[in-house]
């Protein structure tokens, strides 16, 4: 059953791409969540490939197609209509290893909390993942620490233990709060998914595959530490890079053939 709803997650996602690319086709500005639906279309049918095909390929061109489409998003529009926790795009580079196409999301991320459209914390969580995959200095890293910290006022936070121990560099801890993180994240989905929340074709992607943790894993071996291999809903197949060149243009053609980075 669940790899028929796989079938129609790639059915739909493909009938809905063109559609999106229509939308933000150079022109008027886009409206922020026309882009953020086109990116969700390409996770869709990057996700449901890779949980249909085990292998990774579907998901890194689709996941470039993601990152590109936002980053047209985040160079075209006003700061004021930024809101840096929306993420999703920016996991997508990083759980490809799109490094360069995750620092320039970070470069065009609005670098203040924007109240209008995201919680306090959720910012402070995003922007300290992205300036640790900057390499920001140690001082600044702190500073956003310790005001994610105020802001939480004593409750406790996984993503701020994970962001600690990132910091830290501590990967007892790292792998402690995101398996924390994860069972979190399934016991929600099961939630939605027993109620008319969710279509099936959109529980069977998005219950089995945790963009955040894989994105999260990225970002803990980058700054060199080795986490486990064991998390849930976290492919080992994909704590590898993507083998294809990124491409800007990527989300401009559904079916968007990449080119293979050189061998060294």
Known sequence: MTGMFLSVAVKNANFMIPRGIREISPGPLPRHIHVHQLCTYFRQRGVARLLLEGVPEGYYVNAMQSAAAFLLELRRAAD?????????????????????????????????????????????????????????????????????????????????????ALFDRDERAFDGALRRLLDRRRDEVDELSQGSAMRGETTAWLQHFALEGVALLRIAERLGLSPAHDFLHCPDVLRTDSPFVFDPNAWMQPDFRPTTRPTP
């Open 80 to 164: 004021a209509a930024k809101a840096t926790s929306f993420a999703r795009p920016f996991f997508d580079a990083v759980s490809a290893g799109y490094w360069d196409a995750a620092l320039e999301i970070v470069a065009s991320s609005r670098t203040t909390w924007n109240p209008d459209f995201e919680y306090e914390d959720d910012f402070y969580y995003v922007w300290f993942l992205m300036l640790a995959c900057k390499g920001a200095p140690p001082a600044e890293l702190d500073d956003v620490l310790a005001h994610y910290r105020d802001v939480l006022e004593g409750v406790y936070d996984a993503r701020w233990s994970i962001c600690r």
